[in-house]
Nanobody
């Protein structure tokens, strides 16, 4: 059974930083793909950053240069370092995973419907 547990959300002022963590279990971490998504009230869930099954990394244009996705393979943890946060980054942030055989490629990694496994989310609030 795949389980994803996020942590690290909180409230910060604009320009601040947060680091989100996602602990994954029940999935072959090295053969799958994982990503961070977010959803603000009244808006569709959107991709923020993702790691492809071959190690590729992709970011949404809105976070490029500010957010960094990384993973600790030894501990099955996915991270999202968020710097220079803006009020428009306020949302519930979710970790998602998919097994290697079903992993999308390229910018499809940022489409939430391509992932079957999800965490419960962690709230990020950025005030101006």
């Amino acid at each position: 059974q795949v389980q994803l547990v996020e942590s690290g959300g909180g409230s910060v002022q604009a320009g601040g930083s947060l680091r989100l963590s996602c602990v994954a279990s029940g999935i072959n971490y090295r053969r799958g793909c994982m990503g961070w998504f977010r959803q603000a009230p009244g808006k569709e869930r959107e991709g923020v950053a993702a790691l492809g099954s071959g190690g590729s990394i992709i970011y949404a244009d809105s976070v490029q240069g500010r957010f960094t996705i990384s993973q600790d393979n030894s501990k099955n943890i996915l991270y999202l370092q968020m710097n220079s946060l803006k009020p428009e980054d306020t949302a519930m942030y979710y970790c998602a995973a998919e097994v290697g055989l079903y992993c999308p490629a390229g910018r499809s990694l940022l489409f939430y419907r391509n992932f079957r496994y999800w965490g419960q989310g962690t709230q990020v609030t950025v005030s101006s």
